[in-house]
């Protein structure tokens, strides 16, 4: 049963982004004119298809009724999605394109760290290494090469 709920989710991912753009083209709008309106339409159509499949398997839909249930919610709202949107929208106004988007590569890795240091939580050892070659991917990526018209500054995407 997991199998099929994780391919029907990521398929309506999928027809989620398909839809948003159909319904920007049949609009007569530029995608780039119209990002927000793409996103509001892509997280409106995940929102559907959660709540039917979320309906459909019989999931508890109670509200939490102390702070302890509710201050989850609330942190990941407001400091792991607004906060961390905020944050990059910023940081790719600083920084070049090509670098802010290592963000999005060094972040899980810095979750496996912190679940490991300030958890207590078990990987494997294969977790770590991976870990390692991504930050060592990621160095490597971020150094400016000798003998490229990108030497002595940082690579940007054009």
Not at 9 to 37: D, F, M, W
Not at 79 to 96: C, D, F, K, R
Request: hydrophobic share 55%; proline share 4%; glycine share 10%.
């Amino acid at each position: 049963m997991n199998q099929i709920v994780q391919y029907t989710a990521s398929r309506a991912t999928a027809i989620g982004a398909l839809a948003s753009g159909l319904v920007l083209r049949l609009a007569g709008l530029r995608l780039t004119t119209a990002v927000g309106l793409a996103l509001a339409i892509g997280a409106v159509a995940g929102f559907v298809v959660c709540a039917i499949v979320s309906l459909a398997l019989g999931e508890d839909h109670s509200l939490p009724t102390t702070f302890a249930g509710w201050w989850p919610i609330v942190y990941l709202t407001l400091a792991g999605s607004l906060g961390a949107y905020v944050l990059y929208t910023w940081l790719v106004q600083h920084w070049p394109v090509t670098n802010a988007s290592m963000v999005g590569v060094v972040v899980p890795v810095l979750a496996v760290i912190l679940g490991a240091v300030a958890k207590q939580e078990q990987r494997s050892p294969e977790s770590y290494v991976g870990a390692v070659v991504v930050l060592i991917a990621v160095l490597v990526a971020l150094q400016p090469w000798a003998g490229t018209g990108y030497a002595g500054k940082a690579a940007v995407a054009k």
